[in-house]
């Protein structure tokens, strides 16, 4: 990965962009006050230089019917690389998954989670979670709401 020192207006694009991935390279140009053809020059040197990992769409998952969310808190019998990696891999095929992290401290792994209803929640933590390989402990917590939701990393501008 090519390294780039960031600038102002590199922080301007970067902070537009988090904000609204789908603004015109016309208006983001404008935001940065830059003219367009080196706004997108900057653009693809950041993406290049791995500042900017990807584009996505935000989804509603209420809209989708995933009415639940859950955190589940994994502690692993082994801690040894080849069984981590085996454990994010076995995550990796999981849809229910959305966001996983290995950790410091009493719990090896956090996993953020969604599922249609708590059946299919109760259903993933027994058949799936708590019987793979490895797993010695397994703690959940449902989610009343959510407080605050800032994707990305806040960029000083």
Known sequence: MQRIKLDAIDRRILHELQD?????NVELSHRAKISAPPCLRRVRALEQAGF???????LDAKA??????????????????PDLKAFEAQVRE????????????????????VAHDLGEWQSF?????T???NVA?????????????EPGVPVEV
């Open 125 to 129: 933590v027994t058949e799936k979670l």
């Open 52 to 58: 900017i990992k990807g584009y996505h769409a935000d």
């Open 64 to 81: 989708l019917g995933y009415e639940v969310m859950a955190f589940a808190f994994v502690g692993l019998s082994s801690q040894a690389e």
């Open 94 to 113: 999981w849809p229910v998954v959305r966001e996983c992290y290995m950790m410091s401290g009493e719990t090896d792994f956090v996993l953020k989670c």
């Open 137 to 149: 402990s397994v703690k959940t917590a449902l989610t009343i709401r959510t407080s605050k939701r």
């Open 20 to 24: 609204d991935g789908r603004i015109t």
């Open 131 to 133: 019987a793979a390989k």
